[in-house]
Nanobody, 118 residues
């Protein structure tokens, strides 16, 4: 059974940094493109960053470019999101998932809460 477990969220002040981690199981991780998503309060879940299975193709939503870095370790089945210079608008629950997985909607985990506030 495919499972994604996110961790690392916290309450931080504006300008602070966080590292989010996602561990995958039940899937051939090294062949799966991955993504981090964010669901802000009262809004839909949107993609924040994507990374191809090899790690060579990376894309970010415009609002996080230059502040977030997505990476992966296929030997450990993990994908990481390093976030710096955090802003209040980065607040939300962060999820990881494979954007091209069939039945992707069945694989959402609990997410990890990031709150940016002074």
């Amino acid at each position: 059974q495919v499972q994604f477990v996110e961790s690392g969220g916290d309450l931080v002040q504006p300008g602070g940094s966080l590292r989010l981690s996602c561990t995958a199981s039940g899937v051939a991780f090294s062949v799966v493109d991955m993504a981090w998503y964010r669901q802000a309060p009262g809004k839909m879940r949107d993609v924040v960053a994507t990374i191809t299975n090899t790690g060579l193709g990376i894309n970010y939503v415009e609002s996080v470019k230059g502040r977030f870095i997505i990476s992966r370790d296929n030997a450990k089945n993990t994908v990481t999101l390093d976030m710096e210079n955090l802003k209040p608008e980065d607040t939300g629950v962060y999820y990881c998932n494979g954007p091209r997985l069939v039945n992707r909607d069945n694989y959402w985990g609990q997410g990890t809460q990031v709150t940016v506030s002074s």
